[in-house]
């Protein structure tokens, strides 16, 4: 059974357009994630969600929006996509002790040409 | 300010211990953890050390906290081509989320 499954796994798409990577977790975990991997293996944190509450939100561009339909799903909608913007993505989920860390999903590499 | 560091390359024989350092800066950190990533694939939780320990074993992998200095090791006993990955420190910090270090590439030669 997938714990933190994220879609889609590789994402080939031209600038200017719109997408979306879809993130579920199935652990009963409160809080969600994201990460952006860039072509250093460098993590940066994105966003975080508490409940479907945004409770970190980093230095990110404005054309990146996370959403959190309920805790078990959070979603990230990037518009007007950029050659920058290629890099992977990783959704995790965690408890609130954090004292078994994340739980991350296997990534999805987006790649904007 | 929140910041870990780790040294980006390590290579290995087969056979062999490995051993990754790590620094960290936040000293209210209360959870250390160490990741590994193969290729393709997510980060896997291999371990964490709570603060007020200074020593963790768990099979091949035996985990050295120095509070006082800030530093983390993570030693891989009889180190198998298998081991060949990246491999990130982690801090907790004080606002809930995790810090990681850049990475440390582990190659295992046989």
């Known amino acids: 059974d997938t714990a933190v499954s994220q879609t889609p796994k590789y994402l080939v798409t031209q600038m200017g357009n719109d997408k979306s990577i879809k993130c579920e977790q199935n652990?009963?975990?409160?809080?969600m994630y994201w990460y952006k991997q860039d072509s250093k293996k460098f993590l940066k944190i994105m966003f975080s969600?508490?409940?479907?509450?945004?409770?970190i939100n980093e230095t990110v561009p404005n054309r990146f929006s996370p959403k959190s339909p309920d805790k078990a799903h959070l979603n990230l909608h990037i518009n007007s996509l950029e050659l920058g913007d290629s890099a992977v993505y990783f959704c995790?989920?965690?408890?609130?002790?954090?004292?078994?860390?994340?739980?991350f999903g296997s990534g999805t590499r987006l790649t904007v040409v | 300010g929140e910041d870990v560091e780790q040294s980006l390359f390590l290579s290995v024989r087969e056979g062999d211990s490995s051993v990754i350092n790590c620094t960290y800066t936040?000293?209210?950190?209360?959870?250390l953890y160490w990741y590994k990533q193969e290729p393709g694939a997510g980060l896997q939780l291999l371990t964490y050390?709570?603060?007020?320990?200074d020593m963790k074993q768990d099979q091949r992998l035996t985990v050295l906290l120095n509070k006082k200095d800030k530093h983390l090791s993570l030693r891989i006993a009889d180190t198998q081509t298998g081991d060949s990955a990246i491999y990130f420190c982690?801090?907790?910090?004080?606002?809930?989320?995790?810090?990681f270090g850049q990475g440390t590439t582990l190659q295992v030669k046989p």
């Open positions: 995790a989920s965690s408890d609130t002790t954090l004292r078994d860390g994340y739980t």
């Open positions: 652990l009963g975990h409160d809080t």
């Open positions: 969600y508490n409940n479907k509450e945004l409770i």
């Open positions: 936040d000293s209210s950190s209360t959870y």
């Open positions: 050390i709570f603060s007020n320990m």
């Open positions: 982690a801090e907790r910090s004080n606002t809930g989320k995790l810090i």
